[in-house]
């Protein structure tokens, strides 16, 4: 048995569905290495790139039936997204996930907690934002 992939059930998956999951795993080590290292436009851009891979991931999870997983990539994607700095997308998506009558309580609850926190990271960047801070 590899322990490697245990919990993760890949049998129907196809190799590019597989290969994708790879691409946006690595692309998000990347980001959060130029993270670590001050490089915060190409880790936005990293972090952007695995965000569109997680969404699509999600829709062919959720067209094969696989909600649990789903769920797991699209809420990927929305911590993608905000990472990169796009915390309104971020929060849309988010949004829209809880409009989903299949989610789970716990899932429904760890999701709200979560959009409350990019909720208040909205009005922080907005409310530095001011019409006195731009007309300089």
């Given amino acids: 048995m590899n322990n490697m992939n245990s919990g993760i059930i890949r049998k129907n998956l196809s190799d590019s569905f597989v290969a994708n999951e790879r691409l946006k795993s690595d692309l998000i080590l990347e980001a959060n290495l130029l ?52 915390l309104y997308r971020a929060v849309t998506l988010g949004e829209q996930m809880l409009q989903d009558n299949n989610l789970t309580t716990a899932q429904s609850s760890r999701l709200e907690k979560y959009l409350e926190v990019l909720h208040g990271r909205i009005v922080q960047w907005m409310s530095q934002w001011s019409v006195e801070s731009v007309a300089v």
Avoid: N, P, Y
């Fill in 35 to 86: 993270k670590a290292q001050g490089d915060f436009e190409a880790a936005a851009q990293r972090f952007a790139e695995a965000a569109e891979i997680e969404e699509r991931l999600a829709t062919d999870l959720t067209g094969m039936g696989f909600q649990d997983k789903a769920f797991i990539h699209r809420f990927s994607a929305v911590s993608c997204w905000a990472q990169a700095g796009d």
